[in-house]
């Protein structure tokens, strides 16, 4: 009996623990599990807030165009309304209402499809200093409109890099739409290549314009995202220059990443490497570099 008593007794301080341990056990689970719902309605919350800024964006910028073309093309219409040179300009600003339409439709797919994998590059080998010189004149207009001088500093005998030369056109493209944007008048633009030790090459986009926080960079990198306050509405655009032109960096096997502070101007640095192929996989589209 006393044998049996003895067992019955360092039982009990077991079974005391093994109820503590359960107990604890369904408080940690339980804590875990509210964080993970407040997490994901967090998230869910913040997704529903980007795609209502989105689609108010998207709204405005296809609207925009759409009403010049009907507007313009109904003064055409208009029996005797015109003189021919009047009909003329109207139709200058129907073609150039229908190229910004065309431009705001392609981003959203080319955004789509680098979200999807489904974008292919046509790799062949290039000049970088031919691109970038290329891009710089798609943006002159830009440039001249607000007296905006760009210095290029591309260092002699940049090798060949094997790349898609429309894409990467692209990518310095809506950078350098952007340095000009957010630059003021007379603002400078300074554009910069140079060749790395690994065989890489460097390119570097910087402006004198009003700047951005970190936080706001972390957003304006996102796809489908637009950084609020006085850098969201005050010009025109999607709000898919830097992700696509991230993106478009990523899928080279090169990165992209900013330098910036509020005042003091962006910088824009862009790595290429020689051979996508001899990289490893590129980063998630949306991760900042």
């Known amino acids: 009996m006393a044998k049996t008593g003895l067992i019955a007794r360092t039982r009990k301080p077991n079974r005391l623990l093994a109820r503590y341990s359960d107990t604890f056990g369904e408080m940690q689970l339980r804590k875990y599990t509210e964080r993970a719902i407040r997490a994901a309605r967090a998230e869910a919350e913040l997704n529903l807030r980007s795609k209502s800024a989105f689609l108010s964006t998207m709204s405005h910028e296809l609207r925009t165009p759409l009403n010049a073309i009907i507007g313009f093309s109904d003064l055409i219409r ?159 655009g999607t709000g898919l220059g830097l992700p696509l032109a991230m993106g478009i960096a990523q899928l080279h096997g090169g990165s992209l990443y900013l330098d910036s502070q509020p005042g003091a101007g962006t910088t824009a640095v862009v790595t290429l490497p020689r051979d996508a192929a001899s990289l490893s996989t590129p980063l998630p589209v949306g991760k900042v570099a």
């Open 78 to 236: 208009s029996p005797g309304a015109t003189t021919q040179a009047e009909a003329a300009d109207y139709a200058d600003h129907i073609a150039s209402a229908g190229r910004r339409l065309l431009d705001v439709v392609s981003d959203v797919m080319d955004m789509s499809k680098l979200e999807s994998g489904a974008l292919t590059l046509d790799k062949r080998p290039l000049l970088i200093s031919e691109v970038l010189e290329i891009a710089v004149e798609n943006t002159r207009a830009m440039f001249d409109a607000k007296h905006q001088p760009v210095d290029m500093r591309l260092e002699a005998d940049l090798p060949e890099i094997v790349g898609d030369t429309q894409r990467l056109r692209q990518l310095f493209t809506n950078l350098l739409s952007n340095a000009s944007k957010f630059t003021p008048l007379k603002g400078r633009i300074l554009v910069m290549a140079k060749a790395v030790k690994d065989g890489s090459i460097t390119i570097a986009i910087a402006d004198t314009g009003v700047g951005m926080t970190h936080e706001q960079i972390v957003m304006a990198m996102k796809p489908f995202a637009q950084v609020q306050g006085h850098l969201a509405r005050t010009q025109e």
